[in-house]
């Protein structure tokens, strides 16, 4: 499919293209489709979707993969601690982000990443592995990191005695 555009500059100076509706529809693209571009040798430009990676979460959604939760995580179990690094962390990891990755493989690998950078030079990181577990096991029973209060937790898991 070849279409020929005009290219277009705002009050900014910034320069921009009109994708028209037609087109938009054909490609299955809307306003928030991320595109890529590419400039060839002979001068044309090749638009595609760009592919987000998708990670499945526990309740079976998807949603595109955010590095800055991976991270913050991460981030969460260092805090505080002395001897340990995030980024050591992180590459330890050695995580290859694919698409339709589980959430649950992502958490276990920063376990065993952290667990294997447990030495005598660095014993800190089983605070960070424990830390990673028990996110780990709050995210399964609560489906959140946070727990559920008290009265939220009664008032789903009791119900009426069938004597009432």
């Given at each position: ?12 100076g ?10 938009m ?29 998708q ?7 998807r949603?595109?993969l ?44 920063l ?54």
């Amino acid at each position: 499919m070849k279409n020929s555009l005009v290219v277009k500059e705002d009050e900014q100076g910034e320069l921009y293209i009109e994708l028209p509706d037609e087109l938009m529809e054909e490609m299955g693209w809307d306003e928030n489709t991320e595109l890529v571009w590419t400039v060839y040798d002979d001068g044309k430009i090749g638009l595609r979707k760009e592919r987000m990676i998708q990670v499945t979460k526990r309740d079976g959604t998807r949603e595109p993969l955010d590095i800055n939760k991976f991270h913050k995580v991460a981030l969460h179990a260092c805090e505080g601690l002395s001897g340990v690094s995030v980024s050591d962390l992180e590459i330890k990891t050695h995580i290859q982000f694919y698409d339709k990755i589980k959430s649950t493989d992502i958490q276990e690998t920063l376990i065993k990443a952290a667990a294997e950078l447990i030495t005598e030079e660095a014993p800190n990181y089983q605070y960070v592995a424990g830390r990673l577990i028990n996110y780990n096991l709050r995210k399964e029973v609560y489906g959140q990191y946070e727990p559920i209060s008290l009265i939220t937790h009664c008032l789903l898991y009791t119900s009426p005695s069938p004597r009432d």
